[in-house]
Antibody
């Protein structure tokens, strides 16, 4: 069955870096775009990054652009999020999610499988 | 960037009720909208995609409608397990994504 398992969360000081990972199984990882979505404690969902199926395209919202980098290793079925210059407002549960395409290049993609999340706490 | 605004932010209802949640987009997004349900401590679960298509395995009491900039999620005959937080989500042709702020559905 499809599984996405995040790891690498923890407590980190402001200004420092952290990399979280998402190991997948049960599907052909290299066929799917993948996303990171985060949720601050008691708050709503915030999209963080997307990477195309082959790693050739990446997009970010302004809130993390220039600080976060999404990457993937299709030989290891693993997705990564490198987070630099961390701020207290980056404290959140970070979820990886699989992208399902409705119409190629048209938009309307949605997320059908999510991991259980990994908590990142940015605090001194 | 496309902003999604949900209303109401909080909703109180009873088992057996019918409720409707609205999601308004700041720009035209055709029918490219999905709805998710999230329970405390759990990852979100997709209910509806393409504005009105029910995800496999989701009970038929959930339905979605709308296109353009205004969308609705309707839950008929509320069941105890439906009390959760609901989010709308859009993703454009450039893979840029956004979520609504959420609607918390509570038991009256």
């Amino acid at each position: 069955q499809v599984q996405l398992v995040e790891s690498g969360g923890g407590v980190v000081q402001p200004g420092r870096s952290l990399r979280v990972s998402c190991a997948v199984s049960g599907f052909t990882f290299s066929n799917y775009a993948m996303h990171w979505v985060r949720q601050a404690p008691g708050k709503g969902l915030e999209w963080v990054a997307v990477i195309s199926y082959d790693g050739s395209k990446e997009y970010y919202p302004d809130s993390v652009k220039g600080r976060f980098t999404i990457s993937r290793d299709n030989s290891k079925d693993t997705l990564y999020l490198q987070m630099n210059s961390l701020r207290p407002e980056d404290t959140a549960v970070y979820y990886c999610a699989r992208d399902i395409v409705i119409g190629p290049g048209m938009g309307g993609d949605y997320f059908d499988y999510w991991g259980q999340g990994t908590l990142v706490t940015v605090s001194s | 960037d496309i902003q999604l605004t949900q209303s109401p932010s909080f909703l109180s209802a009873s088992v057996g009720d019918r409720v409707t949640i609205t999601c308004r987009a700041s720009q035209y997004i055709s029918s490219y909208l999905a709805w998710y349900q999230q329970k405390p401590g759990k990852a979100p679960k997709v209910l509806i995609y393409g504005a009105s298509t029910l995800q496999s395995g989701v009970p038929s009491r959930f339905s979605g409608s709308g296109s353009g900039t205004e969308f609705t999620l309707t839950i008929s005959n509320l069941q105890p397990e439906d009390f959760a937080t609901y989010y709308c989500q859009q993703l454009n042709s450039h893979l840029m994504c956004s979520f609504g702020q959420g609607t918390k559905l509570e038991i009256k």
